[in-house]
């Protein structure tokens, strides 16, 4: 799929797989994103391959100057990360439209709950009704270091 229609004129937003480009994507998560920083090439290859994948590109060129990923059941829940978009861009409202593209793609999934984790853009994010958990405590996480062992 293929839209332009909430998109900054010379830009587009596609689901396409195809035209990730991992080489990009990764780079930009790996050296620019607080949440994926030093984030292995294989380990992004496989998080790509196993997820939906959604990229905004400029029309001209084909370049993709913005990326988001999509871990889900396709039924019940979802997790919205790596939502990047290229310094160069910024500023023109690419990132919100790409969150606005990625939620109406999900929608008829008739999905129970997305979720996100974010230390920035909360406001954008808020424009497509995403807030604060309302029981933060009844969450739990376990993490492992960077060699997969689970931290104590």
Known sequence: ????SRFPEGYEFSTDMARIDVDRTHHWLA???YWAMDRPRDKHERAVANSLNFG????????QVA?????TDQELFAWLCDV??????????I???????????????GLRRILLATSDAHG?????GFEPLDAPDDWMVL???RQGGAGA
């Open 124 to 128: 954008v994010y808020a424009k497509f």
């Open 95 to 109: 990132g919100t439209a790409l969150v606005g593209a990625v939620r109406d793609h999900l929608a008829p999934l």
């Open 31 to 33: 050296t620019d994103a």
């Open 143 to 145: 993490r492992f270091d």
């Open 67 to 71: 990326y988001a990923r999509v871990v």
């Open 84 to 93: 990047y978009v290229d310094r160069s861009v910024r500023g023109k409202g």
């Open 1 to 4: 799929m293929t839209d332009t």
């Open 56 to 63: 905004v590109y400029e029309t001209a060129s084909g370049d």
